[in-house]
């Protein structure tokens, strides 16, 4: 997600409301940024194919995501191709979560024929900083994957080595006083073992890379089939960040240093999520019995 240009921390919560984002089971005005209700209820059901039977996915921990306010939910990104963010919608709406969470998408996407409106019609958002402003604004639940690309495009040998995370999820909590609820995810980095990667055929297609694994492209559309590993997601306790007493600082006569030790903060914040979700992670690999 783009980095703010200031210091988010340091601003009061905007009071503007922008407009109810629209809830599955509430068919509610248009939503702004293209959700369609029954398009995201028939996707789930989908979904719920490859959460109950495909991949026999052992979510725990639901009732750990607060239903009022803004939320902001913080994953793992494993997979290549980002099942994660469907199952994790399928595993909130299993356990009876009244809410969508709206998943942010990276902007190549949008350059992709066809997927933007399949994303944005199942509740993703472009990652922006002004479109995730105006969703916690709206009180929304919001879903990123600070890892990037590169949390997708890790290599088979890399799997469940979480890359560091961008700061900007932390900005945006300081800022809308959003709890932070950690997600793990395991069993993604195995549906497709990404054995290497080509820049040069994903540039041809709008993409970051080409993916390449033991089936694909070498076996044409069928290696896009993902394997049937067996997974698990954990929901953690959310976490509340508060700033710091001393940031009222920011505009004295040590404004530029006190600028300088916000960054380090928020990033001390960003990297302290990142090992919380490692831990979990870690847990459930620890934890599982049987790849398939």
């Known amino acids: 997600m783009a980095e703010p240009s200031r210091t988010l921390a340091d601003e ?49 921990g639901m009732r750990n995501v607060p239903r009022r306010g803004p939320v902001i939910l913080v994953s793992n990104h494993s997979g290549t191709i980002p099942f994660d963010a469907i199952m994790i919608s399928c595993a909130l709406d299993d356990g009876g979560y009244p809410r969508p969470a709206r998943f942010l998408y990276d902007r190549f996407v949008d ?93 041809l297609l709008g993409a970051p890379y080409l993916p390449v694994t033991p089936f694909f492209p070498l076996l044409g559309p069928l290696g896009l089939i993902p394997l049937p590993t067996k997974w698990s997601i954990r929901f953690g306790k959310p976490i509340v960040l508060d700033a710091p007493a001393d940031r009222r600082m920011v505009h004295g006569r040590r404004g530029a240093a006190q600028r300088r030790t916000d960054g380090a903060v928020v990033r001390r914040m960003a990297e302290d999520t990142r090992r919380r979700v490692r831990r979990m992670v870690r847990a459930l690999v620890r934890e599982r019995e049987t790849l398939f």
């Open 12 to 60: 009061p919560r905007p009071r503007r409301r922008i407009r109810p984002v629209a809830r599955t089971r509430d068919r509610l005005p248009r939503d702004e940024f293209g959700l369609d209700t029954e398009f995201r209820d028939r996707a789930l059901g989908v979904g719920r194919f490859l959460y109950e039977t495909y991949w026999r996915v052992d979510a725990r």
């Open 111 to 203: 350059a992709l024929p066809w997927i933007p409106e399949l994303y944005r019609k199942a509740g993703g958002v472009v990652a922006t900083r002004e479109n995730a402003e105006r969703l916690l604004a709206d009180d929304a639940v919001i879903g990123l994957f600070p890892e990037g690309v590169p949390g997708l495009a890790k290599l088979y040998s890399e799997r469940y080595v979480l890359q560091p995370f961008s700061t900007g999820f932390v900005r945006l909590a300081l800022r809308y006083r959003a709890p932070i609820v950690p997600v793990a995810v395991v069993g993604a980095e195995e549906i497709y073992p990404l054995m290497g990667r080509s820049a040069a055929l994903g540039k």
